[in-house]
T-cell receptor, first 112, second 115 residues
Framework: QKEVEQDPGPLSVPEGAIVSLNCTYS??????FMWYRQYSRKGPELLMY????GNKEDGRFTAQVDKSSKYISLFIRDSQPSDSATYLC????????????FGTGTKLQVIP | EAGVTQFPSHSVIEKGQTVTLRCDPI?????LYWYRRVMGKEIKFLLH????????ESGMPNNRFLAERTGGTYSTLKVQPAELEDSGVYFC?????????????FGPGTRLTVT
């Protein structure tokens, strides 16, 4: 079983829709939860991160972590065509150096 | 400030040949990481340098892969001899602080195709 599971999509939504992206994980030692956005032929770019549980909001983006369910989400409000990209969840433990474990990524297309 | 750069952007080689990938981290970043994404799979950690020393090379798939970081600046990843399953995108990342995982900055990747 993979440590991090993410639906690869693709996910296609109309412009203005609310997008929900999710990952589940099995390693209870994970404390850092990151979301990256990756455009075609580019490297992953950090969107948001959360430490431990809770919610975090940044503009149109909201990240949620539910450690009891080992489930994390990224919500995109008022989606725009420029949001079309692959979204990767990633996780890491805390305390000293910890490796980052990625999900497979969800490909999102926002249709004008 | 320049980001992480990788060279080449794309390499096509035949099975059995040797390929060397290069990564130039952000200036001042002591930590340098190599990752790989094979088709349809997740990005996976390969190894981590702190300056010129290998902190963690647990993700290196086998001894056909050799990473170096002479002088603690740029790094090279050599694959010798290349096999078909080595095809994928190789990412490099760098950071100032290794204990903060969200502060790794990624390069654009090198797409390796082994035929």
């Amino acid at each position: 079983q993979k440590e991090v599971e993410q639906d690869p999509g693709p996910l296609s939504v109309p412009e203005g829709a609310i997008v929900s992206l999710n990952c589940t994980y099995s390693n209870s030692a994970f404390q850092y939860f990151m979301w990256y956005r990756q455009y075609s032929r580019k490297g992953p770019e950090l969107l948001m991160y959360t430490y431990s549980s809770g919610n975090k909001e940044d503009g149109r983006f909201t990240a949620q972590v539910d450690k009891s369910s080992k489930y994390i989400s990224l919500f995109i409000r008022d989606s725009q065509p420029s949001d079309s990209a692959t979204y990767l969840c990633a996780m890491s433990g805390s305390g000293g150096y910890q490796k980052v474990t990625f999900g497979t990524g969800t490909k999102l297309q926002v249709i004008p | 400030e320049a980001g992480v750069t990788q060279f080449p952007s794309h390499s096509v080689i035949e099975k059995g040949q040797t390929v060397t990938l290069r990564c130039d981290p952000i200036s001042g970043h002591d930590n340098l990481y190599w990752y790989r994404r094979v088709m349809g799979k997740e990005i996976k950690f390969l190894l981590h340098f702190v300056k010129e020393s290998k902190q963690d090379e647990s993700g290196m798939p086998n001894n056909r892969f050799l990473a170096e970081r002479t002088g603690g600046t740029y790094s090279t990843l050599k694959v010798q001899p290349a096999e078909l399953e080595d095809s994928g995108v190789y990412f490099c990342a760098s950071s100032q602080v290794a204990t903060v995982p969200y502060e790794q900055y990624f390069g654009p990747g090198t797409r390796l195709t082994v035929t």
